[in-house]
C-alpha cells in the first residue's frame, strides 16, 4: 500500500499562486496514476487533475484549466499541483490521491489511496 501526506496550502490573497506537494511512501509509486480533489465546506468532493503513472498524460477539470498544473517526480516520489490565478471560489481542502487504473480517471470511486488533505483559502 502507499500512504500520501499532502503539504503546501495557505492562505493567498486572490490572483496569488500555491504549490501543493504530496509525498508518498511506498515502493511502487510510479506505478499509480495519481490525482487531485477538493472539497469546499457544504459542497461534494470535485476533480481538480489527474496524471498519468509516468507523466505523459494529464487531464484537468474545466474550472482549473489554463490556471492549475499537475505533474509527479517519480524518483522523488512526489505529486505537485501548481495553482496560479487563484479565486475565493478555490477555496477548499485540496487531497490527493493514488489509483492503479492504468488511464487516468476524473472518477473518486477508481481512487484507491487518499492523503489527509491540506487547506487552501482564497481571500478576495
Known amino acids: 500500500q502507499v500512504q500520501l501526506v499532502e503539504s503546501g496550502g495557505g492562505l493567498v490573497q486572490a490572483g496569488g499562486s500555491l504549490r501543493l506537494s504530496c509525498a508518498a511512501s511506498g515502493r511502487t509509486f510510479y506505478s499509480y496514476a495519481m490525482g487531485w480533489f477538493r472539497q469546499a465546506p457544504g459542497k461534494e468532493r470535485e476533480f481538480v487533475a489527474a496524471?498519468?503513472?509516468?507523466?505523459?498524460?494529464?487531464y484537468y477539470a474545466d474550472s482549473v484549466k489554463g490556471r492549475f498544473t499537475i505533474s509527479r517526480d517519480n524518483a522523488k516520489n512526489t505529486v505537485y499541483l501548481q495553482m496560479n490565478s487563484l479565486k475565493p471560489e478555490d477555496t477548499a481542502v485540496y487531497y490527493c490521491?493514488?489509483?492503479?487504473?492504468?488511464?487516468?480517471?476524473?472518477?473518486?470511486?477508481?481512487?484507491?489511496?487518499w492523503g489527509q488533505g491540506t487547506q487552501v483559502t482564497v481571500s478576495s
Open positions: 490521491a493514488g489509483s492503479t487504473s492504468y488511464s487516468i480517471t476524473s472518477n473518486a470511486d477508481e481512487y484507491h489511496y
Open positions: 496524471i498519468s503513472r509516468t507523466g505523459s498524460r494529464r
